[in-house]
T-cell receptor, first 114, second 112 residues
Framework: ETGVTQSPTHLIKTRGQQVTLRCSSQ?????VSWYQQALGQGPQFIFQ???????GRGNFPPRFSGLQFPNYSSELNVNALELDDSALYLC?????????????FGAGSRLTVL | QKEVEQDPGPLSVPEGAIVSLNCTYS??????FMWYRQYSRKGPELLMY????GNKEDGRFTAQVDKSSKYISLFIRDSQPSDSATYLC????????????FGKGTKLTVNP
């Protein structure tokens, strides 16, 4: 059974650019959540995807968007990057309704915006 | 006021010490409480999951929830160097929800 895998592990972008981060969910999981973890902070919920639709969103602007694919993998897209977007982006997969008890996090994609 | 407050430390203890980690929260709707461990360059992994008030024990780890005080704790007995990590508390109001509210995390170092 594979866990949650994320790519790329590290990337550097400049202000104003766009970035796409990818996540493969754990086998058997159908829900993907994305979190942003700034340095020295706890993770903050960005949004969740279930059945290829956004299903809950945290306090993040519309330039943060996502996709979920039929195989339950997911992408996080961030447009018009700002310096404050520098963070570790965590993907977590689970089974719908099972909650945190089965929530499995990936190792994250570390984004640096210069 | 943040919904969840956690002292970021850092906390440094000798091997074998009892470690106490704490979080306070302001949202009385929170009913499900978790502790995660995050090693450097890794994602958080779930250590303890508790519902409402009370204690839960798992090996060297004990989680306590006091809803009346809006206070949760994690105790680590006989701490080991392998326990060195950042410990994050998290909570949510719905058991089936994956939308968790995290504390800042406490960085713990256990010295041999």
């Amino acid at each position: 059974e594979t866990g949650v895998t994320q790519s790329p592990t590290h990337l550097i972008k400049t202000r104003g650019q766009q970035v796409t981060l990818r996540c493969s969910s754990q086998s058997g999981h159908n829900t993907v959540s994305w979190y942003q973890q700034a340095l020295g902070q706890g993770p903050q919920f960005i949004f969740q995807y279930y059945r290829e639709e956004e299903n809950g969103r945290g306090n993040f602007p519309p330039r943060f968007s996502g996709l979920q694919f039929p195989n339950y993998s997911s992408e996080l897209n961030v447009n018009a990057l700002e310096l404050d977007d520098s963070a570790l982006y965590l993907c977590a997969s689970s089974t719908r309704g099972a909650g945190a008890n089965v929530l499995t996090f990936g190792a994250g994609s570390r984004l640096t915006v210069l | 006021q943040k919904e969840v407050e956690q002292d970021p430390g850092p906390l440094s203890v000798p091997e074998g010490a009892i470690v106490s980690l704490n979080c306070t929260y302001s949202n009385s709707a929170f009913q499900y409480f978790m502790w995660y461990r995050q090693y450097s360059r890794k994602g958080p992994e779930l250590l303890m999951y508790t519902y409402s008030s009370g204690n839960k024990e798992d090996g060297r780890f004990t989680a306590q929830v006091d809803k009346s005080s809006k206070y949760i704790s994690l105790f680590i007995r006989d701490s080991q160097p392998s326990d060195s990590a950042t410990y994050l508390c998290a909570m949510t109001s719905q058991g089936g929800s994956e939308k968790l509210v995290f504390g800042k995390g406490t960085k713990l170092t256990v010295n041999p």
